[in-house]
């Protein structure tokens, strides 16, 4: 049995170590450049401390307690009702990654069964992710499906 936990504010240094593992993997070798790590860090502490319980963020350690093996991140987000959300409540997966040195051993995805939990106990009952096509089996094992919307998106520039 793998043992997860809910991760604090005071995990925000290695989830963001873990994300950076994430990035590297999907967008070529290296580091993801451009300084956002420390940011990004600051943003998740603070809504990781956050009382309104919308985001989550589930880990296992690894077995050496010298930080995290895996992760999995979600957010909830209250959006207008629909046809398919009539409580327009819509959960968010992100961030879901395992170290390598710790791959092959379930980790990731008893990350994903606490965060679905979680989601499940905010009776949260539209769940979004997106997946790289090697890790796509891994969240149909859990009933996610490739859906027909487009996605598009813009990035703004700086001012």
Known sequence: ??????????????LIRLREIMLAS????????????PGAEATLRHRLAATDGSWAAFAVDQPAGTGLAACALGVIEQRLGSPANPSGRLGYVFNVVTDPAHRGRGYARACMRALLDWYRE???RCVDLRATKQAEAIYEEFGFLRTADPAMRLLLPSP
């Open 1 to 14: 049995m793998v043992d997860v936990r809910r991760c604090g504010p005071q995990d925000a240094s290695e």
């Open 26 to 37: 999907i967008h070529g070798a290296g580091s993801p450049s451009g300084g956002w790590q």
């Open 122 to 124: 905010r009776d949260v």
